[in-house]
């Protein structure tokens, strides 16, 4: 009967993996085939990773650019609400009552509220205060929804924190600057660096809010790029090794660090 | 120790200019017409709009279709993965949650491209399959954190009293783990009922949803009906996260300790 | 016998990495006893309890309860009930809920249920409060709800997984007072887990000794104090000073460089034992005259109600002596023990023996290891028992100088050196005497000299 169950439970587990996995790895063989349309094999061929790489591509480098740009937005969005979640943790640690249910509540918002709410709601303002919509406009839309997710990470090491470290610091003859930097950040860098990846592949992966916030001026994210590509009716070839990329590159990351804290964990119990 | 309190300022102002401002101008621009007078004609023409109201309805739909669909294949998932006696490995949980970090959109056409190469019409069928393999990962999650802290002696105790095995799952394992269940109704039905794109994909433009609506009266310079359509969901997200928080505080009670 | 309800043979269990949690363990509970389990962590006596339960199965043997055998039947079908370490409340049940939890399951009719859940409360003391929620409980009163949760159902035997680790002192010592009323009580076996060697002695009929998966001696509190069978259990249950001696004939043993009278026989003449004695049973003046033996008090400090001292003797040795007099730091006292209060055991030996195969005539391998050693004549792969004695092993604290590592795993004063335990990286246990001071768990190289080590070719019986 063990057996019976146990048998079930792998089977079960694998078959929603196959389904999980079916289409990533649909559109991994197909990156090995010419053709312009997923699911037309015209034989094997590399060429899509040579043009991929190479840079020549019909559309004139429209998906480099694309890539380029949802780098750098997030690089920069993630950077930005790192610095400000992690002041504004530690000043909302700091606060009580009435103040404090405000604050946590107003950061609530912006992880409740879905996407397209967020996308329309800042497209309207920036139409209000007749701001032009552009890289300015889409970077200020991914801090405000990637701050929140900062501040929930950083808060929890505040309170994980010895309150006196800081008091000690100053009485060691510490400014107040130095005892932020040398005593107060190390504690709080978890919360950080996990906030910061956190908010790092969620602007990666943002469609509704750049759609809405990115104006006319052409500007294309990866997300956007793809969305406006299929809607033109023909993906470009180069996205299907262009994604395989990318999954492996994560694949590989993930394996490693969860085998390296397996590794740790088992030398641990030695 | 007052003074610090202080830090959260150009965070609250921010929040204020970003977060709170952009609110009021869905609510301002949803009580005027395109003049710039206040109107409750979006409202009306929302409520005499067949159209409108039935994607409206389709949308809640399909988005409750979505999230129970999620919770029959992923509960059983994450209670797979939790148990140490059938699951010895963690990286068949990173498994579950690897295909997140692939671009949505881009594994939504593959999944539509699939459909298609196996001859299956889209429709309100591959619509439901596609959101439910998208979010599927945001149902196991929760779940599986919730039953992996679990405390194995809350089962043993259980047992102990003469409770069955089955016994001990529905009268503690599935209550203890509710609050899983709950955020992961959240993570799941919130998406599901605003999404625009990958519906769009998954059905090739054949049944509108409503976030899909919202989209195009933007796109098409209706930024007052599409405001006013944004309050609307905004209403249920509300009304979501009240009811979330309702019940959670009914059942959490600890059992996330 | 008839009398007894829990019969346990040859129980035997492994985890998966080999090391055995418990080993060949036999014993039987009598109907209505309070038995505890006593032993520090990792000797198995969780392990234990956790078979009678149903949650583990054992590898081997069997546990029968009135003659039926019970491995195999899962833990729901038990006649027992447990009160878990952490309680283990249904968090999303509050106190009525979780005490009708089992009857409700078994379908004991409502008003039933009522009155037995109401009974159960005022033997716990908890009346009133059946529609509390149980995280709004001090641990205290979770405690009492997890035993009322567990004896509503009227077992024929309680488990007790350590109940009362998670409380403080005081209340500790106040639910060990109503532990033992409510035994009296109910009438029912209980049978208790806990490292707490003081606990054990309160609370207990019989008291079960364990370490490292063996029973090391069982008996009443008295004799477990009294009359212990070997220094595992003298140095775990109380203070005690034990030394090194030698029974010189019946009835007088010799330690400290002193000969004393003492009551035990038959242990041959001139034959090596441990000697031990209870830091109370130390007669201390500060007269001289009549003394068996004299010392200078090194330490002495208050300990409520009496006080603790540290007497370096004549001779040389440490001991630790309770009296109700303090006595001036320097100062030179005469002590003396009573023949009675002297308890001697058997070593359980006296120097190393390993297995070993030699290398060549002048290597050894044991304990995992190529050892040097005096030119023997023995060819390679002779089969032989090296001996080596206790303060002959040297221990390193750089493992690249050691032929094999080992860690510390049980530690005994002496009174002038310490008895060390080693177990090695291949499982074997070394035992080691030295004046150095090493701590429990510490990593050791293990070296020995050539000349120290003593081989002799083993007999090849066929």
């Known amino acids: 009967m063990m057996t019976g169950k146990k048998l079930f439970a792998k089977v079960y587990l694998w078959v929603i993996l196959a389904i999980l996995y079916a289409p990533i790895v649909f559109i991994a063989v197909f990156s090995f085939t010419e053709a312009k349309s997923l699911g037309n094999w015209t034989g094997f061929s590399v060429n899509l990773y040579k043009s991929l790489f190479s840079g020549n591509m019909q559309n004139s480098g429209g998906l480099i650019s694309a890539v380029q740009n949802t780098l750098v937005i997030a690089l920069i969005a993630a950077s930005v609400a790192t610095v400000m979640g992690t002041v504004a943790a530690i000043g909302i640690f700091n606060m009580r009552g009435k103040k404090k249910q405000t604050m946590q509540f107003l950061n609530n918002i912006p992880m409740i509220n879905p996407d397209i709410i967020t996308g329309v709601s800042l497209f309207l303002l920036f139409v209000f205060l007749h701001i032009s919509q552009g890289y300015a406009t889409v970077i200020l839309a991914h801090i405000t929804f990637c701050t929140p997710y900062v501040v929930l990470n950083v808060l929890p090491k505040l309170s994980q924190m010895n309150p006196n470290i800081y ?21 709080l860098r978890p919360g950080m660096i996990s906030g910061f990846i956190l908010s790092f592949t969620m602007s990666l992966d943002d469609f509704a809010v750049t759609f809405f916030t990115r104006g006319t001026i052409g500007l294309d994210t990866l997300s956007t790029y793809i969305y406006a590509d299929a809607r033109k009716g023909g993906l470009t070839p180069e996205l299907k090794p262009l994604m395989t990329i990318i999954f492996l590159i994560i694949l590989a990351v993930l394996l490693f660090i969860n085998i390296r804290s397996a590794k740790n964990n088992n030398n641990k119990k030695k | 120790m007052n003074k610090r309190s202080s830090w959260a300022l150009p965070y609250f102002i921010f929040m204020v200019l970003f977060v709170v401002l952009p609110l009021l101008m869905v609510v301002i621009y949803s009580f005027q017409d395109s003049a710039g007078n206040f109107s409750m004609a979006n409202f009306s023409k929302f409520i005499t709009d067949k159209d409108s109201l039935s994607t409206f309805a389709l949308s809640i739909e399909v988005a409750i279709e979505n999230t129970l669909l999620c919770v029959i294949i992923g509960y059983p998932v994450a209670y797979i993965l939790a148990d140490k006696k059938l699951n010895k490995s ?3 949980v990173v498994l579950f949650i690897l295909p997140m970090w692939v671009n949505a959109l881009m594994r939504t056409l593959a999944t539509a491209e699939l459909f298609n190469m196996a001859g299956i019409t889209l429709g309100k069928g591959t ?22 802290k679990m405390d194995k002696s809350y089962a043993e105790a259980a047992e102990d009293l003469g409770a069955k095995p089955k016994e001990v799952f529905m009268k503690i394992t599935l209550p203890l783990s509710m609050p899983g269940v709950l955020s992961g109704v959240m993570m799941v039905f919130m998406p599901t009922v605003s999404t625009f794109a990958i519906s769009e994909f998954l059905t090739n433009n054949k049944i509108k949803l409503f976030g899909t609506i919202i989209q195009e009266n933007i796109n098409n310079s209706m930024w007052n009906y599409g405001a006013a359509l944004s309050l609307l969901m905004l209403a249920i997200i509300a009304i979501t996260t009240f009811l979330q928080g309702k019940s959670s505080e009914d059942t959490v009670d600890g059992g996330a300790i | 016998m008839t009398d007894r309800i829990i019969n346990i043979s040859h129980l035997s269990k492994s985890f998966p990495g080999g090391s055995k949690v418990l080993d060949d363990i036999n014993l039987y509970i009598r109907k209505g006893e309070f038995l505890t389990l006593l032993g520090p962590s990792g000797c198995g006596k969780t392990t234990m309890l956790r078979m009678i339960a149903g ?27 447990t009160v878990f370490q952490r309680y283990a409340l249904f968090p999303h049940l509050d106190v009525y809920d979780n005490i009708a939890f089992g009857l409700k399951l078994k379908g004991v009719p409502e008003d039933e249920i009522d009155k ?52 403080d002192l005081k209340m500790r010592k106040d639910m060990q007072i109503e532990l033992k009323e409510m035994h009296k009580k109910l009438g029912i076996t209980f049978i208790y887990v806990t490292h707490d060697q003081e606990e054990a002695l309160t609370l207990s009929d019989t008291i079960v000794v364990m370490n490292e998966g063996k029973i090391q001696q069982i008996g009443t509190p008295m004799d477990i104090y009294n009359e212990p069978v070997n220094s595992f259990v003298a140095d775990f249950i109380g203070e005690s000073n034990i030394l090194n001696g030698t029974m010189i004939k019946d009835r007088e043993v010799s330690f400290i460089g002193h000969d004393f009278k003492c009551v035990d026989e038959g242990f041959g003449e001139n034959a090596p034992v441990d000697v031990v004695i209870r830091p109370e049973d130390v007669i201390i003046k500060s007269k001289l005259e009549g003394a068996q033996f004299t010392g200078k008090v090194k330490s002495c400090t208050f300990k409520g109600v009496h006080y603790e001292m540290f007497v370096d003797t004549d001779n040389g040795y440490e001991m630790m002596i ?11 006292v005469g002590m003396s023990i009573n023949p009675n209060d002297i308890q001697v055991m058997h070593k359980e030996r006296v120097c190393n023996t390993f297995e070993g195969v030699m290398k060549s005539s002048d290597t050894v391998e044991f304990l995992g290891g190529e050892f040097k050693c005096l030119d023997t004549g023995l060819e390679a792969g002779d089969k032989v028992t090296v001996t080596v004695k206790f303060n002959k092993v040297d221990l390193l604290d750089h493992e690249d100088e050691a032929i094999c590592t080992g860690n510390v795993v049980f530690i005994l004063y002496k009174g002038d050196h310490y008895h060390l335990t080693i177990k090695t990286e291949s499982g074997e246990k070394v035992w080691v005497d030295t004046d150095d001071i090493w701590d429990k768990n510490d990593l050791v190289g293990i070296n020995i000299l050539p000349k120290d080590i003593h081989i002799t070719k083993t007999a090849e019986n066929e």
Request: charged share 20%; proline share 7%.
């Open chain 1, 167 to 187: 008091e000690a610091a100053l009485d060691l003859g510490a400014t107040p600057y130095q005892a932020l930097r040398k005593v107060m950040i190390p504690s």
């Open chain 3, 55 to 81: 949650f583990l199965q054992p590898d081997e043997g069997s546990i029968t309860m009135d003659g039926k055998e019970l491995t195999g039947v899962p833990p729901h079908l038990r006649p027992l009930n």
């Open chain 3, 322 to 332: 309770q009296d109700y007099n303090s006595f001036e730091v320097g100062s030179t």
């Open chain 2, 127 to 148: 619509l439901l399959f596609g959101m439910c393999y998208d979010y599927l990962p945001f149902m196991i999650y929760p779940i599986y954190n919730v039953l992996n």
């Open chain 2, 90 to 92: 963690a990286v068949t």
């Open chain 3, 116 to 167: 037995r859940v109401s009974k159960v409360l005022k033997l716990v003391s908890m009346s009133d409060y059946e529609d509390r929620d149980v995280n709004s409980l001090s641990g205290g009163q979770q405690q009492r709800i997890a035993i009322a949760r567990a004896i509503v159902n009227r077992p024929k035997v309680l488990l007790l997984d350590e109940p009362l680790a998670a409380l």
